[in-house]
C-alpha cells in the first residue's frame, strides 16, 4: 500500500491528532495561572502588553506563575507533538518512510498546537505569541534544532535582555537549522529522502513565519528602540 493509499484510509486518524493538538494549544496556562493568582479578578489579556504568554505573566503577575506558564505550555505541546507521532506512526505503518512522515506528523501537530496556543477555542481565541509551545514541539520533532535554537536564545537575551528579540531571532533561524541538520545529516548520512528534508523545512518554516507575525508589534518597538527589557516583579 502506498503512502496515499494509508492516508486516504487514515484520514480521520490524521484529522484527530490535529484537532486534539490544537484543543491541547487552546489551554492557555498564562490566562489560567493569572486568574487563580489574582482570584478571578484579573485577565492577562488586559494587563501589560495584553500577551496571554510568559513574558507578560513575569512583568505583570510575578516569577511563580510565570514558572507555571512556561512549564505548562511547554508540556502541553510536547503531550501535543507525541500523540501526533503517535497517531501518525498508526496510519502510517509498514511504510519504508515511515520514520521521516512520523517526524513531519509532529512538525504538523505541533503548528496546530501553536495554532491554538494564539488562538484558543476556550478564551475567545485571543492567546499567546507561541514561543514556549513552539520550543516543546522542537524537542519532540527534532532535540538537535531544539538545542541549537535554545542556545541560540539564551546567547542572544543574555546580550539584549531582551526576550522578544531572541524569539524573533530563533524564529528566522529556525528553518536554517532545521534544513541543515535535515540535508547534511539525515539525507547525506542515512536513508531520509529529499522531500523528507524539503517538508521539514518548510514546515519550520511556516512556523517561524507564524510566530514572526505574531512578534510584529515587538518588531515596531524593537526598530523604534522602545521594547523594553525583562523585568520581574518583585
Request: aromatic residues 14%.
Amino acid at each position: 500500500m502506498s503512502n496515499m493509499q494509508m492516508l486516504m484510509s487514515g484520514w480521520y486518524i490524521v484529522l484527530i491528532s490535529f484537532i486534539a493538538a490544537y484543543l491541547l494549544g487552546s489551554i492557555n496556562t498564562a490566562v489560567i495561572v493569572t486568574g487563580i493568582a489574582t482570584k478571578g479578578k484579573q485577565d492577562i489579556r488586559e494587563m501589560g502588553s495584553g500577551n496571554a504568554g510568559f513574558t507578560n505573566v513575569l512583568r505583570s503577575v510575578g516569577k511563580v506563575p510565570a514558572i507555571l506558564t512556561i512549564v505548562f505550555d511547554f508540556l502541553k505541546s510536547v503531550i501535543a507533538v507525541l500523540i501526533g507521532g503517535i497517531l501518525f506512526a498508526v496510519v502510517f505503518t509498514g511504510s519504508k518512510d515511515i520514520d521521516g512522515i512520523v517526524v513531519i506528523g509532529k512538525y504538523l501537530c505541533g503548528f496546530f498546537c501553536i495554532l491554538g496556543h494564539s488562538f484558543p477555542v476556550y478564551f475567545h481565541f485571543k492567546g499567546g505569541k507561541g514561543i514556549v509551545s513552539a520550543a516543546g514541539m522542537m524537542l519532540v520533532a527534532d532535540w538537535r534544532v531544539f538545542v541549537i535554537i535554545l542556545t541560540t536564545f539564551l546567547i542572544v537575551f543574555i546580550f539584549s535582555k531582551i526576550i522578544s528579540l531572541a524569539s524573533i531571532t530563533c524564529a528566522c533561524l529556525f528553518p536554517v537549522y532545521t534544513f541543515i541538520l535535515t540535508f547534511f545529516i539525515d539525507y547525506m548520512n542515512f536513508s531520509y529522502t529529499v522531500s523528507y528534508v524539503v517538508l521539514c523545512t518548510l514546515a519550520a518554516f511556516f512556523i517561524g513565519l507564524f510566530v514572526v507575525i505574531k512578534h510584529s508589534s515587538n518588531i515596531k518597538r524593537l526598530l523604534a528602540g522602545e521594547e523594553k527589557k525583562i523585568t520581574a516583579k518583585k
